[in-house]
């Protein structure tokens, strides 16, 4: 994959999230940001700064994972160019049912039906997705904020829109703003308290514009960097279509068609290597079926007890149809992994369900032929 597509999709290290599951299992707000991770060593940085204790933590139908409730509800962050993604879903244990913007349905690419059970759900609650980057957190990546609110479904975009004018990553803050409002019910007035995620910047609006705020970081070029060599001489993406393969064996046919075809090189035969290694050692995930977390929303991955054949709901095999019928259509692995999360709604390959899968395989379908 070009060094220039990894620029463009940043990988996920964990969740901010705005709440947890009481003791009795009903969802429970928080006054500060919890964080869960696979990462252990994150999380113990996470706590030296912002307070907490770290702990294993599983997540109904995941796999396990870290959390800590920090002490903290304001925490420094760089804001990376259009951060903000939102949605109307309806989710059930077998994912996404339904993903829209108010009029087309994504996952089927066709007008929503003001009438489906499923749209009414889906817009009784907006989905606002907020990346962000720990500024002093080790880690390349992003952490996802995920809100159900309406108040951040409204001020949040502005707020991205505006950083996003400035170019760039940009310093800011994530905090959580608590706010009251009264609301008429038929027992009388009923005063609500919540918390709403937020951004701040240090600068006023014309100093971001002129560039203060933002994170100077020089551009990255397609060219070789000093003497490091390219990963391959030419010829397809071979690093992506190995991190497609989920078998050894195919693995290696990929490194005897590359060094046929002159395209290998140390960097590339490296990697291949790598990935060989990497398939042979590791081992399945405990698979179960998912449920809500305290912020009332579904993992968006979706693993089964045990791997389903090849055509039924096994997501590699999905996948796989996904790649083939892509590249008929004249897509490289490239262009198949931007166009994904782009009629996804921000959804990456490696954390949609299979449900999910075969919606954008339908939509894929639907196309003709390039």
């Known amino acids: 994959m070009p060094i220039l597509d990894l620029q463009k999709r940043a990988r996920t290290l964990g969740r901010i999230r705005l709440g947890q599951k009481a003791a009795n299992g009903a969802p429970q707000k928080l006054d500060r940001f919890r964080f869960t991770s696979h990462s252990q060593a994150l999380l113990e940085k996470i706590a030296e700064l912002y307070g907490g204790e770290v702990r294993e933590w599983t997540p109904a139908g995941g796999t396990q994972q870290w959390e800590v409730i920090s002490g903290s509800a304001r925490v420094p962050i760089m804001v990376p160019p259009q951060p903000v993604s939102q949605w109307y879903e309806f989710w059930t244990r077998a994912g996404c049912q339904h993903r829209c913007d108010g009029r087309t349905n994504v996952l089927t690419d066709e007008p929503c039906d003001p009438e489906d059970p499923k749209h009414l759900e889906a817009i009784k609650k907006p989905t ?6 720990l500024r002093d957190v080790e880690g390349i990546g992003v952490w996802r904020v995920e809100s159900h609110g309406f108040n951040a479904a409204i001020e949040l975009p502005d707020v991205a829109e505006f950083l996003a004018a400035a170019g760039g990553y940009v310093n800011g803050w994530l905090a959580l703003e608590q706010r009251t409002s009264v609301e008429q019910t038929d027992q009388g007035p009923k005063t609500r308290h919540y918390a709403v995620p937020i951004i701040e910047v240090d600068v006023t609006p014309a100093q971001l514009m002129e560039g203060k705020g933002r994170v100077a970081a020089p ?47 140390q960097g590339l035969s490296e990697h291949l290597q790598q990935r060989v290694s990497d398939l042979t050692t590791a081992e399945p995930p405990a698979r179960s079926e998912p449920q809500p977390d305290a912020d009332g929303a579904y993992e968006a991955e979706v693993v089964e007890d045990q791997p389903a054949p090849a055509g039924t709901d096994d997501p590699d095999a999905i996948w796989q149809q996904i790649v083939a019928t892509a590249g008929h259509a004249g897509m490289t692995t490239s262009q198949l992994r931007d166009d994904f999360p782009a009629r996804m709604g921000g959804l990456l390959p490696d954390e949609a369900t299979a449900a999910e899968l075969r919606a954008y395989l339908q939509v894929l379908t639907k196309e003709p032929a390039a």
């Open 219 to 265: 551009a990255l070029t397609g060219g070789p960097v000093g003497e490091t060599p390219a990963l391959a001489a030419a010829g397809p993406d071979y690093v992506a279509i190995a991190a497609d393969l989920t078998d050894p064996e195919d693995v290696r046919n990929l490194w005897r068609q590359a060094n046929a075809a002159g395209h290998m090189t």
């Open 128 to 133: 606002t997705r907020l990346n962000v980057v």
